[in-house]
């Protein structure tokens, strides 16, 4: 490795990262088109609507809230003053077969208490939310209307 004398008189070697900056000084020209360069080519695959004067572009999609989330519906149930087996039973278990009818789904999962009950219906990757959503209440919706007032979903909801 060459030896340079530094500003104390000693002896010094060159490093990497030094020749790379003596490059860069001596060859202005070449860093200067190469900035440009990588300019350019960033400003074609901005994720913006720019007019670059007719330059192709090919934008990066980009995703500003990303969905790490599985498409989830959750149905909550009350039966006042029951118990986890009567709501399991004559609540929770019948309403969970029924909402494994609809289409798309990928899996059931419900929990009975006292006086309540919480339904998870997983969706498969392709199934709209929305869609999924109005499917989920259509079910519930029959449901109370098969078995009358007193044994009903409260609510559904994501």
Not at 109 to 119: L, N
Request: glycine residues 10%; charged residues 20%; contains cysteine.
């Amino acid at each position: 490795m060459p030896m340079v004398d530094s500003s104390n008189g000693k002896k010094s070697a060159i490093t990497p990262v030094g020749r790379l900056m003596g490059l860069c000084i001596d060859n202005k020209l070449i860093v200067g088109i190469l900035v440009l360069l990588a300019v350019g080519a960033g400003l074609m695959v901005a994720p913006f609507d720019w007019d670059l004067m007719g330059l192709p572009r090919s934008p990066v999609p980009v995703d500003a809230i990303p969905d790490i989330g599985e498409n989830q519906q959750i149905v909550f149930t009350e039966w006042p003053g029951r118990s986890p087996q009567d709501v399991e039973d004559q609540i929770t278990y019948p309403l969970t077969v029924s909402l494994l009818g609809i289409p798309g789904v990928e899996s059931v999962r419900s929990f009975s208490m006292f006086g309540f009950s919480s339904i998870y219906v997983i969706f498969e990757e392709g199934v709209e939310f929305y869609w999924s959503r109005s499917r989920v209440l259509e079910k519930a919706q029959q449901f109370a209307g098969r078995n009358g007032s007193r044994r009903r979903p409260a609510d559904a909801w994501a």
